[in-house]
């Protein structure tokens, strides 16, 4: 099995990023320790809780492939959160927080897709954003962006992503 992220899968022919189960989960373990580290705003905070909920060992393998147009965005803040995402990217690509991790990821394989999410995360704007998605998402949640003490990552309900998947 493997996940796919899209800007939109409703675009036919649209680019992807396909992934195996195992490099989803660097994918999002590298993105939310690069992301719990440099969000500042509560919408920041939110969309890096959002991926780490993308947790395989709690929701089934190969069943965390997301749109990015379907992502808890707030449009009053979409161009912030949107330049945010990409920041938390290049962090990622900098190894932050990568001591972190009980393991060392290839980046060979990871770099790739992780180029491939800032170009798609470039091709969205503000008309994608959906937000009856953030309003439903809230109604869901109770956040309150503890971090787990090892990873100092934001927990989710399952606690904390890499935790979870190491």
Same mark, same amino acid.
């Given at each position: 099995?493997?996940?796919?992220?899209?800007?939109?899968?409703?675009?036919?022919?649209?680019e992807s990023i396909q992934m &195996?189960?195992?490099?989803?989960?660097? #994918? @999002?373990?590298?993105?939310?320790?690069?992301?719990?580290?440099?969000? !500042?705003? +509560?919408? !920041? *905070?939110?969309?890096?809780?959002?991926?780490?909920?993308?947790? =395989?060992?709690?929701?089934? @393998?190969?069943?965390?492939?997301?749109? +990015?147009?379907?992502?808890? %965005?707030?449009? =009053?803040?979409?161009? =912030?959160? *949107? &330049? #945010?995402? +990409?920041?938390?990217?290049?962090?990622?690509?900098?190894?932050?927080? %990568?001591?972190?991790?009980?393991?060392?990821?290839?980046?060979? +394989?990871? #770099?790739?897709?992780?180029?491939?999410?800032?170009?798609?995360?470039?091709?969205?704007?503000?008309?994608?954003?959906?937000? !009856?998605?953030?309003?439903? %998402?809230?109604?869901?949640?109770?956040?309150?962006? =503890?971090?787990?003490?090892?990873h100092h990552a934001f927990l989710?309900?399952?606690?904390? !992503?890499?935790? &979870?998947?190491?």
């Amino acid at each position: 099995m493997s996940n796919m992220l899209t800007l939109d899968s409703k675009i036919l022919n649209g680019e992807s990023i396909q992934m &195996n189960n195992g490099l989803t989960d660097v #994918f @999002i373990n590298v993105l939310v320790l690069s992301g719990s580290n440099i969000a !500042q705003t +509560i919408d !920041q *905070k939110r969309l890096i809780v959002w991926l780490a909920e993308k947790d =395989q060992s709690k929701v089934g @393998i190969g069943t965390v492939g997301f749109d +990015i147009c379907d992502m808890p %965005w707030n449009v =009053q803040t979409f161009d =912030q959160d *949107k &330049n #945010f995402l +990409i920041k938390t990217v290049l962090g990622a690509k900098n190894r932050l927080l %990568w001591e972190c991790l009980d393991y060392r990821p290839n980046e060979e +394989i990871l #770099f790739p897709c992780l180029d491939k999410f800032i170009v798609l995360l470039s091709q969205m704007d503000k008309y994608d954003v959906q937000p !009856q998605i953030l309003q439903e %998402w809230l109604a869901e949640e109770g956040l309150t962006f =503890q971090k787990c003490p090892k990873h100092h990552a934001f927990l989710t309900y399952f606690g904390c !992503q890499i935790c &979870n998947n190491s």
